[in-house]
């Protein structure tokens, strides 16, 4: 079913509306979306849909939860679209949003949220790492525990080598260095919103995201929930060493101005540095006339000078490369194709409820 861009952008406003409000979106109040962005997932993608499906059937029976999957491919460059478009829509209506090209993540992670219904969200990995059995935890602890954002982080990184935790201490300690909103350490992407947090993310207009920064900043009630993740069961992952130093930049810029206050910190560390060198040659000088070294000295601080300044202007580069691409307006992603699948079950098709796409 063919959805135009007009008509999505009014549903989403009208949603958004509403919760700003403060009215009660009674038509979300028992729906669940699953979002699952794809990029290359076509071998385990049955496997994955059939868990998924299992755990929607199991929410409507003992939750009353109506639930839509929501398949996102990414630009995929094997059958990723093919099997996803195959897939069958047994206990829960299934959508299949097919991107122009290869936007990323975060941009794949931002069409799920539009394409999702009006209730919860559940956002979680299509390379089976993420435990689908664990979806039904996280729905407890927004139902009965009445939290809006319930987030998944590993519970240890002892599998992992000592560079990479280092690595990945320092990120977090960077981004959430005198910022309001911290992230907590080693939270993923796989977590549930409740309607209202939803509807929250959705009215945040940047299109630089990053979007474990934007769910905390948020704010509501936030719990935590740790698990170890599986194994990858098919292929090998996309996220190699340049791609995560790729994207702790683009969360570093987008999310937070820590790497302009390390800049200013280096800057007045410099400053300091040169007065208390120069002080000490001038002392050196004029008390023992011990002659100062002129050339090795003035080479050295001219490349520590010119090295620091090239940094710091490449770090205020990134700064305003974002700005430009705020000031720009582009959309942050262009849909293909768009199709959806209603339950072929009567329960899930049942007078009252409505699929995703209505």
Same mark, same amino acid.
């Given at each position: ?21 403060? &009215? ?14 794809? !990029? ?22 003992? *939750? ?12 995929? #460059? ?19 949003? %097919? ?6 993540? /975060? ?12 209730? @919860? ?13 664990? =979806? ?14 319930? !987030?998944?982080?590993k519970a240890d990184r002892t ?7 280092? @690595?990945?201490?320092? !990120? ?17 992407? !796989? *977590?549930?919103?409740?309607? #209202? ?9 940047? *299109?630089?995201?990053f979007f474990k920064g934007l ?26 060493? *340049? %791609? ?8 570093? &810029? ?9 800049? $200013? ?7 300091? $540095? ?9 002392? /050196? ?11 090795? $000295?003035? =080479? ?24 430009? $691409? ?8 262009? =849909?293909? /194709? ?15 409820? #409505?699929?995703?796409?209505?």
């Amino acid at each position: 079913m063919a959805v135009s861009l007009g008509e999505r952008a009014g549903s989403l406003r009208a949603s958004v509306g509403q919760a700003a409000k403060g &009215t009660p979106l009674a038509d979300g109040a028992r729906q669940l979306s699953i979002v699952v962005p794809l !990029f290359n997932e076509g071998a385990g993608l049955d496997g994955l849909h059939a868990k998924l499906t299992a755990v929607a059937k199991t929410l409507r029976e003992t *939750r009353g939860l109506v639930c839509d999957i929501v398949y996102v491919d990414d630009g995929s #460059r094997d059958n990723t679209l093919v099997t996803a478009k195959a897939l069958p829509a047994e206990a829960a209506d299934v959508q299949v949003v %097919s991107l122009s090209r290869n936007f990323g993540k /975060e941009a794949a992670l931002l069409a799920g949220l539009d394409h999702a219904g009006h209730g @919860a969200v559940l956002f979680i990995d299509g390379d089976g790492q993420h435990p689908p059995a664990l =979806i039904e935890t996280l729905v407890g602890h927004w139902i009965d525990g009445g939290n809006d954002v319930v !987030f998944t982080a590993k519970a240890d990184r002892t599998d992992e080598s000592a560079a990479k935790r280092f @690595a990945v201490k320092t !990120f977090y300690w960077l981004i959430n260095w005198g910022a309001r909103a911290k992230i907590p350490p080693d939270a993923g992407d !796989f *977590r549930l919103l409740s309607p #209202r947090a939803a509807a929250a993310l959705r009215q945040l207009p940047e *299109r630089n995201r990053f979007f474990k920064g934007l769910a905390t900043w948020i704010g509501f009630r936030q719990i935590r929930v740790d698990y170890n993740p599986a194994p990858r069961a098919h292929g090998s992952s996309t996220w190699g060493m *340049r %791609s995560l130093i790729g994207l702790s930049v683009e969360g570093l &810029t987008s999310f937070s101005v820590a790497p302009l206050r390390v800049a $200013s910190m280096l800057g007045l560390l410099l400053a300091a $540095s040169s007065l208390v060198f120069g002080s000490y040659m001038m002392l /050196e000088s004029f008390l023992y006339g011990t002659s100062v070294p002129g050339y090795p $000295s003035l =080479i050295v601080g001219m490349m520590i000078l010119g090295g620091v300044q090239l940094l710091m202007i490449g770090v205020m580069g990134e700064y305003i490369g974002k700005v430009l $691409s705020e000031i720009k307006a582009r959309p942050v992603y262009f =849909i293909a /194709e768009h199709t959806t699948k209603s339950a072929t079950d009567s329960e899930q098709a049942a007078p009252g409820s #409505r699929s995703a796409a209505e």
